[in-house]
Structures are given as C-alpha cells and as structure tokens.
C-alpha cells in the first residue's frame, strides 16, 4: 500500500523522526527484521527501556509504526504506507558502519534464541 494522501505535515513528521539518531537507528533495524519487539530493540542498541519506548512512542505518532500485541509482549514493524520512503532513505545510509553493527548484534542475538531453544539437555 502507498500513501495516499502525502502532504507537507506528514512530510515533515518523517524528516524529524530522522532527525534523532536513535531513531534512524530503530527503523533500520525494523526495516531489515519487519518485526521486532521493545526488549529486541533495547537489547541491540544497549538503550534503557524508558529511553526505546520514548522513541518507539515517537515513530508510532510521527504515523511510521504499527504495533502488534501477542500475550504480554508488543511487536513494532514500519507501516506498509511508508515503507517506499523509508526504503529510499536507507538506500543512503545502508553502508553505515553504526548501523551494520547493529545489525550484526541482531544477528548474535537471534543465533544465541535458535541455540537456546534448540538446546538438548545435558545426559549424565
């Protein structure tokens, strides 16, 4: 789905959301993963809790988030009406040395889940 009704507010509304370097950083990482909950985001940036859910609050008002709420746990990913303007602005910024190692600690992160799920006990 693409924007319908693009307009110099909303406009305005995603060029501030990439303004903060935190937040670039949070739609990167949800641009390449499409779903990531608040601990994940944390977790890769090494950002307290308050200081991701105020920047999380801030993308979902800009209009850039939607979040999906599964059990006790919320999951963010980048609306679909936004996601052509969002891939052109990382089109840019893909070879980021900040944000490719972002990248790399998601992938350790997801590669320490499949091995602890996939973990066989121990036999004595």
């Known amino acids: 789905m693409q924007l319908k009704h693009f307009n110099l507010q909303f406009g305005s509304q995603i060029f501030k959301s990439f303004s903060e370097e935190a937040r670039v950083r949070i739609m990167f990482l949800l641009f390449n993963e499409n779903e990531l909950s608040i601990s ?5 940036l090494d950002f307290t809790q308050t ?32 996601m052509g303007m969002v891939s052109q602005i990382f089109k840019y910024l893909n070879k980021d040395q900040q944000l490719q190692k972002d990248l790399e600690i998601l992938k350790v992160l997801h590669s320490n889940r499949e091995l602890s799920i996939n973990k066989k006990p121990l036999q004595y």
Request: aromatic fraction near 10%; proline fraction near 0%.
């Open 40 to 44: 994940d985001i944390e977790h890769v």
């Open 51 to 82: 200081k991701t859910s105020r920047h999380i609050t801030y993308l979902k008002h800009a209009g850039l988030l939607n979040a999906r709420k599964k059990d006790q746990w919320v999951f963010y990913q980048i609306k679909d009406e936004v």
